[in-house]
């Protein structure tokens, strides 16, 4: 479950985290795969699912004890990356504002 593949070296919980395949998260999960491993970009599997907005797989990541503070190779969280809808679906609305200040300051 924690095969590292290619030089990209992603794990079957990263092809599907970023698939939105909840089945396949909740075996791998089940199986003890490494809910904190980082592919060569830096990005976990939470990174995957919320670049793509799969907020199911969000969810079962962020209970499988995910690290929303892991980050990739460009300095980012996860939830920057996420689309504004998804990050609204999953974060208090006052800690929303405040991201949205920091984002555009940078």
């Not at 909840?22 to 490494?34: M, P």
Request: charge should be positive; proline fraction near 5%; include cysteine.
């Amino acid at each position: 479950a924690n095969y590292k593949a290619g030089p990209q070296a992603v794990t079957p919980l990263h092809v599907a985290a970023e698939a939105g395949t909840s089945s396949a998260v909740d075996v791998l999960l089940h199986h003890g795969a490494n809910v904190h491993a980082q592919c060569a970009m830096g990005e976990t599997a939470l990174h995957k699912a919320t670049k793509t907005g799969h907020v199911r797989v969000i969810k079962m990541l962020i209970k499988a004890g995910a690290n929303l503070n892991v980050l990739d190779i460009h300095k980012r969280m996860a939830l920057y990356w996420a689309p504004p809808d998804v990050r609204q679906l999953l974060v208090d609305p006052a800690v929303q504002q405040l991201f949205d200040v920091c984002r555009d300051a940078n």
